[in-house]
């Protein structure tokens, strides 16, 4: 493996590898098939990469999306690795040379699509030219069960057939035992070595708080963002495109995605947010797949996911430069409302019903966890952490619980007095004792429960409610326009049978001041920073690629922090190979030097 470590350091500039990637390769370099989960920004790509380099012959990778190849591999020849892609985007002229340095076996990797792959004549042509081994990537997309399911990638169990004795090697971030299993059969796979790297996400910092003033609280998670790249999921497209132009007018450039506009219009916004430094990007869920721009340093949530899953994979397009990111959440009343109903009116079978409230209830329920974030996000996943994070909102500030029974008994009979048919806003009403219309005109200044609430403010009775529901003493009934509702748990709550301990919500005023952190730029060193990210954007458009092709954040912030003076002391820098080194490191030097 000394070969596999002077490539690393060499070529990738990089001093050591990332957890699992030197056991993947040694299996590699030893003819095994192998199947590898890694979270996202775990590493994969050097997985198969490495071994391309080493072994004889051109490595053939596999993957959906053509719309990623060519910055994956203009990331490649940046670092002086011969590699092309094919597919339906190529000009037949284009293709012919790849065609003919592929037979002159000039290439050491190959991207292709699986449809591609897979043509009769495609096969032919590769068969003789001496293949090292074959990455599939994106793995999961074997499976019928999974949303991002291919058709062709079926098919794709005849390559041990056409390949004998070629090493193949499956790489995902879905990690369940279910699609684990369904990997290794449907790509028939030949005794695997199986690589199964744990879920945690350390540098991402899970922060979840309830949902007030959503727009005041988005800005407040910006000022810890300034001029960085994130993406802010939204519910709806109107609320997408609403969202986008105000931050854009608050002076947060950000541009909308979502499935209603044109394809055009669409891959246009994807494309400047992977070229341009410090985008936003404002989306709906059909925004993320196989977006690997690892500088994403923030991914917001403005309505609640559908599930844990869907917040992890979302929550996991940032920080992939194992930097550090943030992940954001607000979440309220009325999104636990959206959701379950959404599942209740929805037209699938009763035993999936089920199966999507269980899913609910489960994220819900960890929107409100009292014990650190991350080792309850983990132990969803099977995963255990050894000690608290630190690094989740929960941790670093520890919200405080109350023994909410009293408050509970006072909410649900006033539920009980209005006669079940009122919203949360007028039952806090009556509960505050406001004399407002509504009161007057159904009576309710009368009744016992009129006023004796007026011992808490209007919105800590709404956190109450929001965790009632969420813990199933109350119930809000879509098909009578949100009224609460008692549950066959609100009578022993009642009755005493039950004591119930509450969240305290953070207030708005205690909410931890930004702070900065690791990854943040002091401002005396603002001006260098700009400078190399200028340097960087230059190179990047000449090249016609993303900034990070060039050099990740990370890098310029160790030559912010090292000023090297030399190329020497930019070798020395972890993501400076000697390539890179040759081709940028006068101008980035030169930079360095003016400030
Ligand atoms: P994945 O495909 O698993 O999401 P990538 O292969 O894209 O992840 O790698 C994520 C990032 O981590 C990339 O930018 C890559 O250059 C970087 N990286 C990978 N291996 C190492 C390593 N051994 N040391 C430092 N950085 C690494
Ligand atoms: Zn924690």
């Not at 079978?349 to 960890?366: N, P, S």
Request: with cysteine.
């Amino acid at each position: 493996m000394d070969s596999a470590r002077q490539i690393l350091r060499d070529i990738y500039g990089y001093t050591d590898f990332r957890g699992q990637q030197e056991p993947v390769i040694e299996a590699v370099m030893a003819g095994r098939d192998a199947v590898v989960l890694m979270p996202t920004g775990g590493g994969k790509s050097l997985c198969y990469q490495l071994p391309a380099l080493m072994l004889p012959g051109t490595a053939i990778v596999v993957s959906p999306l053509i719309a990623l190849m060519q910055d994956q591999v203009a990331a490649l020849k940046l670092l002086g690795i011969k590699a092309a892609f094919l597919n339906s985007s190529l000009d037949p002229e284009t293709e012919r040379r790849v065609l003919a340095d592929l037979r002159g076996g000039g290439l050491d990797l190959i991207y292709i699509a699986p449809e591609r792959l897979l043509q009769e004549r495609t096969l032919n042509f590769l068969r003789p030219i001496g293949i090292a081994l074959i990455a599939i990537d994106e793995a999961h997309c074997v499976s019928q069960w999974g949303h991002d399911f291919r058709r062709d990638y079926l098919d794709l169990h005849v390559l041990g057939q056409h390949f004998p004795g070629v090493p193949r090697l499956a790489l995902t971030a879905t990690a369940d035992a279910r699609t684990r299993k369904e990997i290794i059969g449907r790509l028939a796979l030949t005794d695997p070595a199986l690589f199964v790297s744990g879920f945690d996400r350390p540098n991402i910092q899970y922060n979840v708080l309830p949902k007030s003033d959503n727009r005041r609280q988005l800005l407040h998670l910006l000022s810890r963002h300034r001029d960085q790249a994130g993406i802010v999921y939204c519910m709806s497209r109107k609320k997408v495109e609403s969202t986008a132009a105000w931050l854009t007018e608050q002076g947060h450039p950000a541009l909308p995605y979502h499935a209603g506009m044109a394809a055009g219009e669409r891959a246009a916004n994807q494309h400047r947010f992977l070229r341009e430094d410090g985008l936003i990007m404002v989306a709906t869920i059909a925004f993320g797949m196989g977006i690997d721009k690892p500088d994403v340093r923030f991914v917001a949530h403005l309505d609640l996911p559908k599930s844990i899953e869907a917040y992890y994979q979302e929550t996991g397009r940032a920080g992939r430069d194992g930097e550090p990111a943030e992940a954001w959440m607000v979440y309220g009343l009325q999104d636990v409302v959206r959701l379950r109903q959404m599942v209740d009116t929805s037209e699938v079978g009763e035993a999936r019903k089920r199966e999507e409230r269980a899913r609910l209830d489960a994220l819900l329920g960890w929107c409100e966890v009292t014990e650190c974030r991350r080792r309850a996000l983990l132990a969803y996943f099977g995963d255990s952490l050894a000690e608290d994070c630190g690094n989740c909102d929960v941790c670093l500030q520890p919200p405080e619980t109350w023994d909410g029974t009293v408050a509970a008994q006072k909410l649900l009979s006033c539920v009980y007095r209005t006669g079940q048919r009122f919203g949360a806003g007028h039952v806090i009403d009556v509960l505050l004792g406001k004399e407002t219309e509504k009161v007057f005109q159904h009576g309710h200044q009368r009744l016992t429960t009129f006023g004796i609430g007026a011992d808490r403010s209007q919105p800590a009775w709404r956190s109450v409610i929001r965790q009632l529901v969420v813990q199933a003493y109350l119930r809000v009934d879509h098909d009578r326009y949100g009224a609460l509702v008692l549950t066959e748990l609100s009578r022993p709550l009642l009755r005493n049978e039950h004591r119930l301990v509450l969240r305290k919500d953070p207030e708005a005023a205690r909410q931890r001041k930004p702070k900065l952190r690791k990854g943040t730029v002091a401002e005396q060193d603002r001006q260098l920073w700009e400078a190399l990210r200028d340097c960087r954007k230059r190179l990047a458009d000449d090249q016609g690629v993303p900034p990070y092709v060039i050099f990740h954040d990370a890098v310029l912030m160790q030559m912010m922090e090292y000023r090297p003076g030399s190329a020497d002391e930019l070798l020395a820098i972890n993501g400076v190979g000697q390539v890179k080194l040759d081709r940028y490191g006068e101008e980035f030097l030169a930079v360095i030097n003016e400030h």
